[in-house]
T-cell receptor, first 116, second 115 residues
Framework: AQKITQTQPGMFVQEKEAVTLDCTYDTSDPSYGLFWYKQPSSGEMIFLIY??????QNATEGRYSLNFQKARKSANLVISASQLGDSAMYFCAMREGLQGAQKLVFGQGTRLTINP | DTGVSQDPRHKITKRGQNVTFRCDPI?????LYWYRQTLGQGPEFLTYFQNEAQLEKSRLLSDRFSAERPKGSFSTLEIQRTEQGDSAMYLCASSLGTGFYNEQFFGPGTRLTVL
């Protein structure tokens, strides 16, 4: 079963509008972390925002915020006031547990295109 | 530049040849990860080192793949007898490995094309 599901292969948004990228996850571990990464065409994965399973408040980082709904197992990324430079692939990822490798499991990504 | 670096950035090889990639993590990071990303997919975990010890390997890592981190600093990933299915972006990441956050910092990747 998919641990991370991103149901939007592509999104098109007008510049300056807000955009929400969806992510749902599946885990039975009570301790987990959720990450969002941006991957521009150059290929490098750029960390955007993190949400821990025990965090009481939704994470925010500048124009990025994470809409964390634990009961629904969703962790949607919200980008406010989108800019042309936001055009890229966006990946949601999960890390399970506090021990071991703590490897990241990624979704398939959403390609975001910001139109001028 | 104190980020994660990878070399080479691009590699084109013929089927059956051996290739080796290098990753230099952020200097104080004790954890190092290798991921593989094929076109249109998210990265998939290959293997993980804590210091010089290789502690976990994915089933994706066939016998033709070997990774080392001899002194707990840089790491190499070797693919022997390359196949066309090995064509992918190979990403390296490092982390401090402490705390619940444990953010992984990624390098720019090595794009492998097997002809």
């Amino acid at each position: 079963a998919q641990k991370i599901t991103q149901t939007q292969p592509g999104m098109f948004v007008q510049e300056k509008e807000a955009v929400t990228l969806d992510c749902t996850y599946d885990t039975s571990d009570p301790s987990y972390g959720l990450f969002w990464y941006k991957q521009p065409s150059s290929g490098e994965m750029i960390f955007l925002i993190y949400q821990g399973s025990y965090d009481q408040q939704n994470a925010t980082e500048g124009r990025y915020s994470l809409n964390f709904q634990k009961a629904r197992k969703s962790a949607n990324l919200v980008i406010s006031a989108s800019q042309l430079g936001d055009s890229a692939m966006y990946f949601c990822a999960m890390r399970e547990g506090l021990q071991g490798a703590q490897k990241l499991v990624f979704g398939q990504g959403t390609r975001l295109t910001i139109n001028p | 530049d104190t980020g994660v670096s990878q070399d080479p950035r691009h590699k084109i090889t013929k089927r059956g040849q051996n290739v080796t990639f290098r990753c230099d993590p952020i200097s104080e990071h004790n954890r190092l990860y290798w991921y593989r990303q094929t076109l249109g997919q998210g990265p998939e975990f290959l293997t993980y080192f804590q210091n010089e010890a290789q502690l976990e390997k994915s089933r994706l890592l066939s016998d033709r793949f070997s990774a080392e981190r001899p002194k707990g600093s840089f790491s190499t990933l070797e693919i022997q007898r390359t196949e066309q299915g090995d064509s992918a972006m190979y990403l390296c990441a490092s982390s401090l490995g402490t705390g619940f956050y444990n953010e992984q910092f990624f390098g720019p990747g090595t794009r492998l094309t097997v002809l």
